[in-house]
Each structure stands twice: as C-alpha cells, then as structure tokens.
C-alpha cells in the first residue's frame, strides 16, 4: 500500500495466515512425527514449539535481520502462541494475539515509535 495504515492492516491480516502455516499446519505435522519415533507426547511438544519457533525466527529474517531485540521477540512470540495452540488445541487465541500485534506493530512503525506486545 502507499500508506503506513495500510500495510499495518496488511501485516495485521498477515498474521493469522502465518499462523495456519507456521502453528496449524507444521508444528502439528513435526510434532505428531517426533511423537511417533520417541514415544513421548511432552517430548514431542518441547521438541516441536522449539523447532517451529525457530523456524518462525528464519521466516522473519528477511525482515528484521541480525538485530537482537527483534530475534528475542520473535522467538518468544513463536513459543507463546505455540504454547497458547497447544494448550488449547485452537487458532484462536494465536490468530488474536498475532493479528493485534501486527496492527500495533505496523501502526508503531508508522508514527515512527518502537512498539511490541509481549504477553
């Protein structure tokens, strides 16, 4: 878009299609195969919110690069809303979380002030 709102409501609706990739579709997938050959569902989870969340902090490499406050974030984002997915065995909460940081994020980069949700 040619204005900073709308690529904060672009971001924002990003969010839950990255969610269906990252947190509904591949960290069931990983976790359900580690499950499989170790034969222990808590090893599985620990292993999968690890792997997917550090997956999720390559995708957003390109974005952010090296910067270490972003890594940090994005890493513990990535663990919260697995955590929140696996917990309750839905998309909700993480498509809320990661859609209103998005918005809150992008609406920050807009008014040029550093902004982000940690829950």
Known sequence: FDSQ???AILSALIGPLENL???GV???TIRTIIEKYSDSRLFSVFVGI???????????SWRYGFNSVAITYILTFGIINLSFA???NSMIIPDMVHLTNNLIVGLG???NIA???VI
């Open 26 to 28: 591949m960290f069931p």
């Open 5 to 7: 709102l709308g690529n």
């Open 86 to 88: 696996q917990m309750f």
């Open 109 to 111: 980069l807009a008014a």
């Open 115 to 117: 902004v982000s949700i």
């Open 21 to 23: 990739a990252f947190f």
């Open 50 to 60: 690890l792997l997917v969340s550090l997956i999720f902090l390559g995708y957003h």
